[in-house]
């Protein structure tokens, strides 16, 4: 471990609850089957708010398990080492989570039927929500300000390196039955046919009520209550005590954050790494 990083596979990586050894085991010899469902996204993309949608589609509105089970013993981090260990003593289907880059990703997904939804974000409010929360834990190295940050953000010096990177490479998948594209910002303009959309990908049907149910509790304010949810169990040597998951939730926050300058120079870098993709893949744009 090296300026408060762990360095895998050129990358920088949490270096809290992470291990060279755990991150080259899950990513050479897990094996992926094809009854799992993946969710895989950035850092800081909707992560949570996902895996909630999906606990619930799961049992159908019913909130004992999101209310009883952590969201990270429900749908384990296949690359910390914890949820690695959770997920390999799992029989059944398993709802696991990752934010691996393409190339990272374990080989036996390419051969698997396994369903993987993919998330994305407005990279100015990945930046943002990202500052807030890497201050706020003690998982790697703390930025000293948002500018430092900003810096880190565009070289790709921060937990997952790059988050172009991060998109051109599951941008690739994007055509493949068993994949889903999603993204935070039509998630949040119109969340039912977002979590409809998701039914009929996994090939789950919900009753009206039922689907009322997903909406509800998985809503920003019922997720900000529910301490299975907000990581509010997490002990002090992970967080900070003023620590919350569940910032604003909402889109756009990075206006009134960035400057004009920096959000220019993120435009600019924006261009030039995404040029070739169809614009119609971002809702950001």
Same mark, same amino acid.
């Given at each position: 471990?090296?300026?408060?990083?762990? !360095?895998?596979?050129?990358?920088?990586?949490?270096?809290?609850?992470?291990?060279?050894?755990? +991150?080259?085991?899950?990513? %050479?010899?897990?094996?992926?089957?094809?009854? $799992?469902?993946?969710?895989?996204?950035?850092?800081?993309?909707? %992560?949570? !708010?996902?895996?909630?949608?999906?606990?619930?589609?799961? /049992?159908?509105?019913?909130?004992?398990?999101?209310?009883?089970?952590?969201?990270?013993?429900?749908?384990?981090? @296949?690359?910390?080492?914890?949820?690695?260990? @959770?997920?390999?003593?799992?029989?059944?289907?398993?709802?696991?989570? *990752?934010?691996?880059?393409?190339?990272?990703?374990?080989?036996?997904?390419? %051969?698997?039927?396994?369903?993987?939804?993919?998330?994305?974000?407005?990279?100015? $409010?990945?930046?943002?929500?990202?500052?807030?929360? !890497?201050?706020?834990?003690?998982?790697?190295?703390?930025?000293?300000?948002?500018?430092?940050?900003?810096? !880190?953000? +565009?070289?790709?010096?921060?937990?997952?390196? /790059?988050?172009?990177?991060?998109?051109?490479?599951?941008?690739?998948?994007?055509?493949?039955?068993?994949?889903?594209?999603?993204?935070?910002?039509?998630?949040?303009?119109?969340?039912? *046919?977002?979590?409809?959309?998701?039914?009929?990908?996994?090939?789950?049907?919900?009753?009206?009520?039922?689907?009322?149910?997903?909406?509800?509790? *998985?809503?920003?304010?019922?997720?900000?209550?529910?301490?299975?949810?907000?990581?509010?169990?997490?002990?002090?040597?992970?967080?900070?005590? $003023?620590?919350?998951?569940?910032?604003?939730?909402?889109?756009?926050?990075?206006?009134?954050?960035?400057?004009?300058?920096?959000?220019?120079?993120?435009?600019?870098?924006?261009?030039?790494?995404?040029?070739?993709?169809?614009?119609?893949?971002?809702?950001?744009?």
């Amino acid at each position: 471990m090296t300026d408060g990083y762990l !360095w895998f596979e050129g990358l920088p990586f949490p270096s809290i609850d992470y291990s060279y050894e755990g +991150l080259k085991e899950a990513c %050479t010899k897990f094996v992926i089957k094809d009854e $799992d469902t993946v969710m895989v996204s950035y850092p800081k993309s909707g %992560t949570h !708010w996902l895996i909630e949608i999906l606990c619930l589609i799961h /049992s159908k509105g019913d909130t004992t398990w999101i209310r009883s089970v952590s969201i990270w013993d429900r749908a384990p981090w @296949l690359e910390i080492d914890t949820g690695y260990k @959770l997920l390999k003593e799992r029989e059944g289907p398993r709802f696991l989570t *990752s934010h691996l880059p393409f190339h990272l990703f374990p080989k036996s997904f390419f %051969t698997s039927k396994a369903k993987v939804i993919y998330i994305m974000r407005n990279p100015k $409010d990945v930046l943002v929500s990202g500052y807030y929360f !890497w201050t706020t834990t003690k998982f790697s190295k703390k930025p000293e300000s948002l500018d430092q940050y900003f810096q !880190w953000f +565009l070289q790709g010096h921060v937990p997952y390196g /790059s988050w172009f990177e991060h998109i051109r490479g599951w941008m690739s998948m994007r055509d493949r039955e068993n994949v889903l594209l999603l993204s935070y910002e039509e998630l949040q303009k119109d969340p039912r *046919s977002t979590i409809e959309k998701i039914c009929q990908f996994l090939g789950k049907k919900l009753n009206p009520e039922e689907l009322d149910s997903v909406l509800k509790n *998985s809503s920003f304010h019922v997720m900000k209550e529910n301490k299975m949810s907000n990581l509010e169990t997490l002990p002090e040597t992970r967080v900070d005590k $003023d620590f919350k998951i569940t910032r604003k939730g909402i889109s756009g926050d990075w206006k009134n954050h960035l400057t004009v300058a920096q959000a220019e120079a993120l435009d600019k870098l924006y261009q030039e790494k995404m040029a070739g993709f169809p614009k119609e893949l971002f809702p950001w744009e």
